[in-house]
């Protein structure tokens, strides 16, 4: 392997690490609501951030906009919105789980449907193909990783004390939900976020037009991140704003002392970003092989640090040891049936 190659890996590597990263800091505002740092975070990761990457990479991008398809850009909306309930429900199963298991649910299931539904509605005569068993196979394992994970987050369940539990999203109880709750949550959360890739899929329009005029293929490639992100924000404002009436949450954004929160959450609108952008990078940057090769190391490396820094924080900290050895086995089945989807998109293309 060239040290090209390599040099192009270890940009989606740290790209992984900078997504898997970016929310490890939400446990960190607890003077604030869950709703006050998630509402920041994707605003600022979704929102204001990709505004100022495109405006700088892609200046004529409201011409790519007025000169697409518009049925391309109703298809990245309309994705695009469903995405974002998945990262609402991901958000709160990211406080319910922890972030190392919250995020091996979500991304396996992430990976695997994101595969198998443009399969089913692009090439439903593909579905008996050996790509499609490829991923039936990824997704079969998958699926034996979230019950090893499942029984190792039960196991550090049955360790706490009962009144540490909570029902909800709670950053004073940040991985201490109930397991059955946070496990549907987090599941419903990695199916609906499976829509982005429908999103770029039926929306690729919009980057071709871009090419067209003369964008590069990362200028390109964020133009149509755009009106996915925007659209995948609204979810977040509506439902964060209904828990700011709800809670009364609102005046926290200005309660003494919360000056660092604001700068968590853009902190983790930073690392979220960047983490797509760089990933962007590196897959273009690798070719052919991006998909194949970039794919598994980018998410296999969100889930590691995801994992990492969730032991490093305290997530599993008084669990049994049976836990950590469920906790690791369901981690790597996850991680290989991340690479199976890769090997098995890779087939067939």
């Given at each position: 392997?060239?040290?090209?190659i390599?040099?192009?890996?270890?940009?989606?590597?740290?790209?992984?690490?900078?997504?898997g990263c970016?929310i490890?800091?939400?446990?960190?505002a607890k003077?604030?609501?869950?709703?006050?740092?998630w509402?920041?975070?994707?605003?600022?990761?979704q929102v204001?951030?990709?505004?100022?990457?495109?405006?700088?990479?892609?200046?004529?991008?409201?011409?790519?906009?007025?000169s697409?398809?518009?049925?391309?850009?109703?298809?990245?909306?309309?994705?695009?919105?469903?995405?974002?309930?998945?990262?609402?429900l991901?958000?709160i199963?990211?406080?319910?789980l922890g972030?190392?298991l919250?995020?091996?649910?979500?991304?396996?299931?992430t990976a695997s449907?994101?595969s198998?539904?443009?399969?089913?509605?692009?090439f439903?005569?593909?579905l008996m193909?050996?790509?499609?068993?490829?991923?039936?196979?990824?997704?079969?394992?998958?699926?034996?990783?979230?019950?090893?994970?499942?029984?190792a987050?039960?196991?550090?369940?049955?360790?706490?004390?009962?009144?540490?539990?909570?029902?909800?999203a709670?950053?004073?109880a940040?991985?201490?939900g109930?397991?059955?709750?946070g496990?549907?949550?987090?599941?419903?959360?990695?199916?609906?976020?499976s829509?982005?890739?429908?999103?770029?899929?039926?929306?690729?329009?919009?980057?071709?037009?871009a090419?067209?005029f003369?964008?590069?293929?990362?200028?390109a490639?964020?133009?149509?991140?755009?009106?996915?992100?925007?659209a995948?924000f609204?979810?977040?404002?509506?439902y964060?704003?209904y828990?700011?009436?709800k809670?009364?949450s609102?005046s926290?954004?200005?309660?003494?002392?919360?000056?660092?929160?604001?700068?968590?959450?853009?902190?983790?609108?930073?690392l979220y970003?960047?983490?797509?952008?760089?990933?962007?990078?590196?897959?273009?940057?690798?070719?052919?092989?991006?998909?194949?090769?970039?794919?598994?190391?980018?998410m296999?490396?969100?889930?590691?640090?995801?994992?990492v820094?969730?032991?490093?924080?305290?997530?599993?900290?008084g669990?049994?040891?049976?836990a950590y050895?469920?906790v690791?086995?369901?981690n790597?089945?996850?991680i290989?049936?991340?690479?199976?989807v890769a090997?098995?998109?890779?087939?067939?293309?």
């Open positions: 392997m060239s040290l090209a390599l040099f192009r890996i270890g940009i989606i590597i740290i790209a992984g690490i900078m997504m970016s490890v800091p939400m446990r960190y003077k604030w609501k869950w709703e006050n740092i509402v920041l975070y994707i605003g600022f990761g204001i951030f990709p505004l100022a990457l495109v405006a700088l990479t892609v200046p004529n991008a409201w011409k790519v906009f007025a697409a398809k518009g049925s391309a850009l109703t298809y990245a909306i309309v994705f695009g919105l469903g995405w974002g309930v998945g990262n609402v991901a958000g199963g990211y406080a319910m972030v190392g919250g995020l091996s649910v979500v991304l396996g299931l449907t994101g198998l539904v443009p399969l089913a509605v692009m439903p005569e593909r193909s050996s790509s499609a068993m490829a991923l039936y196979v990824a997704v079969a394992i998958m699926l034996g990783g979230l019950i090893l994970s499942s029984q987050a039960r196991l550090r369940q049955a360790h706490q004390a009962k009144d540490e539990i909570t029902s909800g709670d950053l004073q940040f991985g201490k109930n397991v059955r709750i496990l549907v949550v987090s599941i419903a959360a990695g199916i609906l976020s829509m982005l890739n429908l999103a770029f899929v039926f929306g690729d329009n919009v980057r071709l037009t090419l067209r003369g964008a590069s293929a990362p200028g490639v964020n133009t149509l991140w755009l009106p996915i992100l925007i995948g609204l979810p977040t404002l509506f964060c704003s828990l700011f009436v809670n009364q609102w926290a954004f200005w309660r003494p002392g919360t000056g660092s929160h604001w700068l968590i959450g853009a902190l983790m609108g930073f970003l960047g983490g797509l952008s760089l990933y962007g990078l590196g897959s273009v940057k690798l070719g052919e092989m991006g998909a194949v090769l970039g794919f598994p190391v980018f296999s490396t969100i889930v590691v640090t995801g994992n820094a969730g032991w490093v924080t305290g997530e599993w900290r669990s049994p040891r049976s050895a469920f690791l086995g369901g790597l089945l996850l290989a049936s991340i690479v199976i090997i098995g998109n890779r087939m067939g293309g």
